[in-house]
């Protein structure tokens, strides 16, 4: 058995990786879900599971862009205002209907935004470049100007070709996508499950958020951050308990979930503290040990292993470094198990507004705010710095970057930010 | 009665006016909508229906930010290498638990990251700094430095204090907002009740997305598209219908629904089309026109009216016009109606990536993609710019803004555009 002084020297011994090797070692253990056919609107907001093609084209038809007249364009040869076209009108053709005519020389036929072009027009001469007329009797159209061939019309395939590539495996299905899915005829679709997640929040001190205050205590809310963030990344919490600071606890839960769940998430208990309860967990796990320390402020002991093939990430139970162990971790892994190709929030450059002084050993996650003014692009840090402070979370749609150093960044220099899905 | 002439004239005579007036006159006829009571976690994703503030401090009470040793920092003064300040461990504080002793000088409390300061300590010192020792059987620590005062130490409302503004009405209830919610023992949260909405499309072209292609026939996707973006917005879609071109029809449906609903989304048939319904029925609506015309491409024929004190919007047919009238006019008045503050999308300033050549006599919303490249943010369309190219919406996350006039905008001039929420 290990004495204290050993087991405090493998805590404190812990090798810390980069946040990419990080990343790519959780990455090589990733499974997909399995997939599952949703109607059309229940899978808003999932997963595609497969590769989808345009199934014909769009429009199949030659199409009208206009409320107008049909033509043919070399009738319109040599119009002006003096000497207008004068085309008699044939047919009319409303939306959802077939031309019942062809459309000859001399002729025009009245058409509306969306109907299909008769045989032999090729134009559309919009109604407010035209003039009703009589002749004999019969209904023509004058038209004063000349119209490039093909004006207002979209022809067969113009939007989409038949066969060509819509959308690729892992594309949320947002708007646009449905949309497209229901113009081609995809009642059903089929998505990734959702994956089903446990949540676990050790400590002694966590009160059920009903609870009234008690000195030294505090409510649980990384339970409720988790279970939101999960959420927002596709995923479902089927199971959740809160750990005492005993290991067999922890053992039995995590045992007990592990087998119905597709990932496990806990907060706390992975640092240095007599009764880390998680750190003691991940010490002897069963399975494999991804890491338990990378190069990073907040959350450098967050700690992710592999039991049964199932992903276990050990978040620290600050709020903060909470959050940002899930955004530069587990979210990244819930995207890749729905497929998601590049499932790591997007990096880019931008200045850094306000000095950022604060130095430190290992690359720093600041939760920040992003701008853009005149042209450029701006981050600036929220709230206070301080892995505890959860009111920042809140207010940031942004990590930003400051490399490890003694000196910080400087107002205006260019510094790298991660961007956080956030809507307002 | 009106005669065709009459009625073309009346068509085409509107009045177009500017996008911000017609954004203006929806907003004077919002309501909010009524709150509910919800479950925490239930209201993720909802709108705040009241201001609230800190109930308590936070933290509220004296807290370790480390796994260390509780000092009082006096106690350290001239300790070094050479000299360590010597403390006796008087007691263990892990989290959750209260100090049974104070921290008198010469002392020290062994004490866990979150877990109450003792009386009479005023910072920690991190067990990496520290060395224990034992000294006549008694426990010890050695401290090699001095420690500044408060170091690791978190005070009463550090982070918040009570009575501190957390929230405004109409915050969307994100991960971050669900934390602080939790934090302050909020079980249930005050929201706004997600808006009803009707949707009708219109147009005898339509067919049901399960059917097979027909001759001039296109499958109903704007219903689906409108259903996935009130569903963005927070609202549910309560009543829908396909409508003929058929004016009774579309009075009957428009009337069943206005006592049911608290919004009306139309698409198609307001252009000036010889079948144009709803361009019609807004003709001599029951209740008051707010604008059949708006300077804008594409959707200049949007058209908006209040009857029964509900927001009635007709929108364009073509799916991309039908997008940007949404997203000018519907969502804004959705999200001012679950108490947003400023509901429309945010405006930015970018450089456009190639050129947009194409003039128009009114404002064009161009749908783009906006990036950052070294600290400059930049906007490019996506797609080929038709109002009913629909291929185009879900690659877009902005609206590009190209003024009236004839010669668009050159590559890297600013522009303006609207920024969209999208999550990918």
Redesign the interface.
Known sequence: MLGRKDV?HLK?NRQAIDVVEAQNRIQSHVRLQKSEDLA??RA?GRRLAEDMAAP?D????VRS?M?GFAVRSEDLRGAGARRPALLEVVQ?I?????PTLPIRSGQAA?I?????LPDGADTVVM??MTEDRELGGRPFVAVKKEVERGKNV?LIGE??KRSEPLFGIGT?I??????????????RVRVFAKPRVAVFTT????LD?????Q???????????L???V??AGGEVVRSAVLS?RIEQAKRAIDQAIGEVDLIITSGGV??????VMADFFRDMPGTLLFNKVAMRPGSVTTVGVSQNKLLFGLS???GAC?VGFELFVRPALLAMQGKKDPYPPK????LHGDFTKGNVFTRFVRGRS???????FVEPVG?E?S?????????DCLILIPPGRRGKQDGE?VEALKL????
């Open positions: 405090l404190w059309l609107l808003f014909h769009m429009p199949h038809f862009g409320d009319t409303s939306c959802g209907t077939v009245r509306m935004t969306g109907a299909p109604f407010e979209s939007e989409i949320r947002n708007a646009g996508e449905v949309s497209l899915l229901a113009a081609f005829g995809h009642e400590g002694s001190e966590l958020i009903g609870s009234p205050l000195p030294g205590k505090i409510r649980n809310s990384n339970f409720y951050l279970s939101s963030l959420q927002e600071d640092s240095v503290g007599d009764y880390d139970g600050n709020p959050f880019f450059r931008a200045h701008f853009i003014r005149e042209g450029r692009a206070r301080q505890s402070v959860s009111v920042s979370i809140k207010d940031s260019l899905d956030v809507i307002r």
